[in-house]
């Protein structure tokens, strides 16, 4: 846990356990399972960052040199200090670089504009990058094919990419809109879109999305180049540009005729007390997307026949006899996820809110 602040796995060994009472080297070996040494090695490189203090022998010769450790709370403070503003003035400096490119890119060739990126693996990095790169905000259309879709590369608890998690608990935005063609055959509402809804996800459902697209900020997308059916093979990396301005005005436009899901899947679904309960909710935003019963109950994770008996309570409890009617009730009691009529405003310029 230590290596943050450039502490080796030695290191972290015999500081550790000096606080757990080892005070001699040949404590410290035993405790560490490592030779005199290399403890003798982590204790001089432990001294010099003030980690640790040494103590001689009592006075008449006899005992060993004893090494106490600086408490943890004060020891590591000042380190940790001295990283946040070695951090900070990295990202001054990154920022201070971004001016510069950006000063420079009126006049760069049209070809430097945009990038081509092959192959899986390079795809996955790209995407992590671009996420990684967000001041305030990214934009997505999700859809087949993944490039991502791995086990190794989900959260088992989730099925979230860990990359995503990781910049929204960052306070970074995100808006995405799931095609209801990577929900029937990929993604769950009941895991990776509902958990992400939780952490503040704003999603979106519509048909037929014409491409996959990743945007942070307004300052740089990812669309594929060409898709195989069952893989993402390669990616166009577009930079600040009249391109990259289309595809972010290209996303509003789909934005704003994709029904939202996101309060209906974390349990924030605005309205009033007496309207429906958190599965119904979901099943009414469910059957909003027009996939088959089947379908949707896998995204709810209930068997078929549950599925069944959850809509005709819900047909039963609005004196409905038609799904029609379902839709027509639900949608006069203000039950229906409905998208505004408004686009919403456009993240500013250079990833500023």
Known sequence: MLEALDLDPVQQQVYEALVDGAVTVGELRAAAGVSAARVRAALASLEKLNLVGRFAADRGGRGAERYLPVAPEIAFESLLLAREEEIHRTRRHIQHLAARFRAHTAGRDPLELVEIVTGRAAVIRQVDQLQRSAHAEIRGIDR??????????LDPKTGMMPVQAQMMRRGIRYRVIYDTDGLTTSQ???????????????ARVMADTPTKMLIADDRIALIPLRAAPNEL???????????LEVLCEFFEVLWGRALPISDYLSGR???????????????LALLMTGMTDQVMARQLGISYRTFQRRLHGLMERLGATTRFQLGMRAASLGWLPQAPPEVPARTAKNGTA
């Open 144 to 153: 087949p094919p993944y490039a991502n879709s791995d086990p190794d590369r």
């Open 233 to 243: 093979a390669s990616s166009v990396v577009v930079h600040p540009s009249g391109l």
């Open 188 to 202: 769950r509402f009941d895991t990776d879109i509902g958990a992400a809804a939780e952490l503040g996800e704003d």
């Open 269 to 283: 679904r605005p309205g009033a007390p007496d309207g429906p309960s958190p599965q119904e909710a979901k099943l």
